[in-house]
């Protein structure tokens, strides 16, 4: 099946300092990344959507200075957490989909933030 | 906008006992329903869809219906394993629009 890596997989950081998080789709292209977050206990919330060569599409209240993504490739998405805050802790997690009419979305295993 | 509500868990059960997790949705359009799974320490993955009014997505023995008049997708399980203890999300994408609006997830915990 269909498999996405996330890196890291968890990382803790001094606020102010920036975060990039990678999204891999190990053995499919994916013209289409999405980028959720994940409070406890809560639902995932779309962040935005890349398409590869072009700027993502951020949801409305995503501020897209402080949350950087990009798409450069088939097989890698970027998220970049900019001069990160205790508020930015959570837990993000990628998708990755085909596209070509198969809009399955394949998850990443996320990546577990911690700003101290 | 949309939304998706499934019932909070977590929901504790004895092995080869019956499951129902409810998931009522608020949607525009007629949007295509998912159920996910996600295992401890793992991703998301999709256990089940349905496209349209009255399809019925089915996996692992997992089931669901897509009821249009009443809003709602809940998934059932006749008879639940020590291996189905996960989180499980009903989410929906709507027409034309791959992003997915997910609800909150509920845990299941099966005991032997």
């Known amino acids: 099946g269909a498999v996405v890596s996330q890196h890291p997989s968890w990382v803790i950081c001094k606020s102010g300092t920036s975060v990039k998080i990678e999204c891999r789709s190990l053995d499919f292209q994916a013209t289409t990344m999405f980028w959720y977050r994940q409070f406890p206990k809560q639902s995932l919330m779309l962040m935005a959507t890349?398409?590869?060569?072009?700027?993502?599409?951020?949801e409305q209240g995503v501020e897209k200075d402080k949350f950087l993504i990009n798409h450069a490739s088939l097989t890698l998405s970027t998220l970049t957490v900019t001069s990160a805050h205790p508020e930015d802790s959570s837990f993000y997690i990628c998708?990755?989909?085909?596209?070509?009419?198969?809009?399955?979305?394949?998850f990443g295993p996320g990546t577990r933030l911690l700003v101290l | 906008g949309d939304s998706v509500t499934q019932m909070e868990g977590p929901v504790t059960l004895s092995e080869e006992a019956f499951l129902t997790i409810n998931c009522t949705y608020t949607a525009t359009g007629y949007p295509s329903l998912f159920w996910y799974v996600q295992y401890p320490g793992e991703g998301l993955q999709l256990l089940l869809k349905?496209?349209?009014?009255?399809d019925k997505g089915s996996n692992k023995g997992f089931e669901a219906t897509y009821r249009k008049e009443t809003t709602s997708f809940h998934l059932e399980k006749g008879s639940v394993q020590v291996s189905d203890s996960a989180v499980y999300f009903c989410a929906l994408s709507e027409a034309g629009r791959r992003a997915l609006t997910f609800g909150s997830g509920t845990r299941l915990q099966v005991q032997p």
């Open positions: 349905a496209t349209k009014a009255d």
């Open positions: 890349s398409n590869e060569g072009s700027k993502a599409t951020y």
């Open positions: 998708s990755a989909s085909p596209g070509g009419g198969r809009e399955t979305q394949y």
